[in-house]
């Protein structure tokens, strides 16, 4: 069986509705948003299979290759927001027509950026649901078949949020490292 890419998977979670877990705002709901995403994360970060994050001033773009590039801009499907030591990289999406936010940790190290992501089995949720009905309320939507579930987590404060980051919710981590400074 062959290897998928990671970034391609990571593509793959950012802008498709594959997500189990989302959120019902960009979080931290409390945290500050950010306005110029180069003084968070400046320039071009490659994979180790030669994908590429962009990141200038309001965008940042995913790339593998010439195949394909998604963009996030500042204001329309994208919020970042800070958080402990690093932000908090919220993109929109949409579940049964109502917005929803797909939320990763991005910490920048040194030249790697570390991304940190959800991605749990489906069959495996039943154990997340637990531990998310612990710490903050929640939603569950099953797709049209029944089959796959999502659960739009609501978390009040910053506080909730540490608790989910705590507990696991953010269960992958990428990296990446950077090629060049602030584009």
Known sequence: MKRI?????????FFTSCNNIVFNKPQPVDGKS????????????????????????????LGSGNKFTVTGTLG?????REYSSGF????????????????????????SLYI????????KLTE?????????PY???????????????KPRNSREFDKLVSAGIFNKTISMKMEKPKP
Do not use: C, H, M
């Open 128 to 136: 997340v649901e637990k531990e998310i009905g612990n710490i903050v």
């Open 76 to 80: 329309k499907n994208l919020d970042v």
């Open 34 to 61: 950010i306005s110029n995403l180069n003084n968070a994360f400046p320039g071009i970060f490659i994979s180790s299979d030669n994908d590429t994050l962009t990141i200038t001033r309001n965008t940042i773009s």
């Open 88 to 111: 908090v990289v919220n993109f929109s999406d949409s579940v049964k027509g109502r917005l929803v936010w797909i939320a990763y940790i991005f910490k920048l190290s040194n030249d």
């Open 139 to 153: 939603e569950k939507i099953k797709d049209e078949n029944k089959e796959n579930s999502k659960f739009i987590l």
């Open 5 to 13: 890419p990671q970034f391609i998977l990571l593509f793959a979670l």
């Open 116 to 123: 940190s992501f959800s991605d749990f089995d489906p069959n």
